[in-house]
């Protein structure tokens, strides 16, 4: 029988509600446990209790003999696993977990937003690899304002450091912030495309990789991807990957 745990932790480890939606959704009479109503403050068994929202079964997240994990990455963190400069590490979020996982990727510094993190190398190589063609999804909100020009110059072919870059998709979203979709993933180089073009990266957040949103993760929070979604970054993972 598993440890019983609040009912807003389980929404946030399956990825379905963040803790202050999952509060309302309970308030709200959405949330039911074994077919009654729940309240506020009502704890569950994952493993016996069939918990519904809004008619339909929320089913715990895969035990998994390897970690994979979705991270939203505050500003201010760095994604290497040591620092000489004694900076805060991602890892340190993730302190509390029974295994010393990585970020797979990197977001800089002053990046924030969607961030992989595991122990299994396999996972990670895969989806590091040039042929990997999961894309990555970044709201960037750029001074000064961009205009036609710039924005064609952004979507277009462009060099870094000599080599030509894959065509990355921009969208506006409002008049200072742009979707940009990347099937790449060079050093800063949003950053380093926006400069080229005469553009100041004023904040740089990753959204989503593929299919697979940050959702309503609050910064400095983690939550274990779901099976369906490892199995979706990574098709070949083994089977035995997955402990039911």
Request: hydrophobic share 35%; with cysteine.
């Amino acid at each position: 029988m598993a440890e019983p745990i609040r009912l807003q932790k389980y929404f946030t480890d399956c990825g379905v509600l963040s803790r202050r939606a999952a509060e309302r959704a309970i308030a709200n009479g959405e949330v039911r446990v074994n077919g009654v109503c729940a309240m506020i403050g009502d704890k569950i068994d994952p493993d016996r209790d069939c918990i519904e929202f809004r008619g339909k079964r929320i089913l715990p997240p895969a035990r998994s003999a390897h970690h994979y994990l979705m991270l939203h990455k505050p500003r201010g963190y760095v994604t290497t696993m040591s620092d000489e400069r004694g900076r805060r590490k991602v890892t340190d979020l993730v302190k509390d977990l029974d295994s010393r996982v990585y970020p797979v990727g990197r977001l800089d510094m002053d990046s924030e937003g969607l961030l992989l993190l595991t122990d299994d190398g396999d996972f990670a190589n895969h989806l590091t690899h040039p042929r990997h063609e999961i894309p990555k999804i970044y709201h960037v909100t750029v001074s000064p304002l961009p205009n036609a020009e710039q924005l064609a110059a952004l979507g277009s072919a462009m060099l870094l450091d000599g080599y030509p870059i894959r065509p990355v998709k921009v969208r506006p979203l409002s008049t200072d912030t742009l979707e940009m979709t990347l099937f790449e993933g060079r050093n800063r180089q949003i950053r380093r495309m926006c400069a080229t073009v005469g553009l100041n990266v004023l904040r740089l957040r990753r959204v989503a990789i593929g299919k697979i949103p940050l959702g309503s993760l609050p910064a400095g929070s983690w939550r274990d991807l779901t099976e369906e979604e490892v199995r979706y970054l990574f098709p070949n993972v083994e089977k035995q990957s997955f402990n039911k």
